[in-house]
Every structure is written in structure tokens, then in C-alpha cells.
Antibody, heavy 123, light 111 residues
């Protein structure tokens, strides 16, 4: 059974940093690209970032470019999101999401989602 | 402002057929990129419902069907059931932002 378990969310002040983690199991982690998708309270889904199977390429939404860094450790079956210079508008539930393919791109879609970890940016 | 536009809400009585649109442009759906659909039940993460415009993953009832034409796509639910009450999101790829994009979401209410 595929499982994606996020952790690391919490309440943080504007301008501070937070690191999210996602522990994956039930599939061959290093065979797939991975993504972070977020959902602000009461709002829709927003793609945040993606990373290819071998960390060869990472992409970011314009709203987080230069502030967030995605990474993965295939030996630990783990995905990460380092979030710096956090803003109130980053407040959201952050989902760890599995791609159906090795590479992200025009053919990407998402077959498994974690339960999410909540990030609240507020003073 | 989502790149893909969906109606905020649709509703129908049990047993009826409802449809919802996903309107894009020449930089996404109109280019020929596939459209995928997700169902999000209250308080749960999204679940893949339709992939590649009109394909259902194993376990998804055949009451759900998708289509794509021109710069738009549609999701239809036939024989609407109470358990179908959820938010539905379309997703595709956009060449302007060079990333996956989601629709604004449609809330389905079963009357």
C-alpha cells in the first residue's frame, strides 16, 4: 500500500523558515518524480514544486521561487521542502504527491497524495 | 487567479446527470495536453478520478467520465449519488508557466 506521510508543519512567524518532510513507502521511491501541492484554507489546489527521480531537475511555482527548495533522499525514501522567508500567503495545507512518471513535465499527473501538513504563517 | 477556469458549483438530484467544465487556453488544453480530474471529499486529500482526459483508475465507478475538446474539458457524473458530494479539480500542463496547473475547483452538491 502506497503511503505518503508529511510532517514538519506548524505555526511560524513571517520571515522565518520551516522544513517539511514526507516519508514514502509502498512503492519504489526512486522510480518517480515527486511534488508538493498546497491548499490554502477554504481555497483550491496550487502546485508548488516538483523534483525528478534523480534530483536532476527541480521546478517551482513563481509564488515560491527563490524562497522554497525541494529535495529528496532516495536512500531514505524521503521528500523535503525547505521554506524560507515565509509569508502569510504561504499559509496552507501542504500535500506530498507522487507523480505517475519518472520525470515531471507535460505528462505529469498525480496518483497518490498524503494527508498533508498544515503550515500557518502568522505573528 | 487559476489558469484553468471551472464553475464554482453545480448541483443535481440523486440519479441525475451533472457536468462541469474546465476552460483553458491555447497554452494548456488547447495545445493538446491531457486533462486529469481529482475528487476531494470533505476533509480528505484529493483522489485521482480521471486521467488522460477520459480514463478511470481502477476502482473509480463508470458513472464518472471525462472528455476534452479544443481549449476545454468536461467531467460528467451520471446517476448522481449522495457520496459524490465533493470538490472536483481539473489539472493539465501550461506552457506559459511551464508547470502543472489546477482548475479553480467545482463544488458538487447533491440536492
Amino acid at each position: 500500500e502506497v503511503q505518503l506521510v508529511e510532517s514538519g508543519g506548524g505555526l511560524v512567524q513571517p520571515g522565518r523558515s520551516l522544513r517539511l518532510s514526507c516519508a514514502a513507502s509502498g512503492f519504489t521511491f526512486d522510480d518517480y518524480a515527486m511534488h508538493w501541492v498546497r491548499q490554502a484554507p477554504g481555497k483550491g489546489l496550487e502546485w508548488v514544486s516538483s523534483i525528478t527521480w534523480n534530483s536532476g531537475s527541480m521546478d517551482y511555482a513563481d509564488s515560491v521561487k527563490g524562497r522554497f527548495t525541494i529535495s529528496r533522499d532516495n536512500a531514505k525514501n524521503s521528500l523535503y521542502l525547505q521554506m524560507n522567508s515565509l509569508r502569510a500567503e504561504d499559509t496552507a495545507l501542504y500535500y506530498c504527491v507522487k507523480d505517475i512518471s519518472t520525470y515531471d513535465g507535460s505528462g505529469s499527473y498525480f496518483d497518490y497524495w498524503g494527508q498533508g501538513t498544515l503550515v500557518i504563517v502568522s505573528s | 487567479q487559476s489558469v484553468l477556469t471551472q464553475p464554482p458549483s453545480v448541483s443535481g438530484a440523486p440519479g441525475q446527470r451533472v457536468t462541469m467544465s474546465c476552460s483553458g487556453s491555447d497554452s494548456n488544453i488547447g495545445t493538446g495536453f491531457d486533462v486529469h480530474w481529482y475528487q476531494q471529499l470533505p476533509g480528505t486529500p484529493p483522489k485521482l478520478l480521471i486521467y488522460g482526459n477520459n480514463n478511470r483508475p481502477s476502482g473509480v465507478p463508470d458513472r464518472f467520465s471525462g472528455s476534452r475538446s479544443g481549449t476545454s474539458a468536461s467531467l460528467a457524473i451520471t446517476g448522481l449519488q449522495a457520496e459524490d458530494e465533493a470538490d472536483y479539480y481539473c489539472q493539465s500542463y501550461d506552457t506559459t508557466v511551464r508547470s502543472s496547473v489546477f482548475g479553480s475547483g467545482t463544488k458538487v452538491t447533491v440536492l
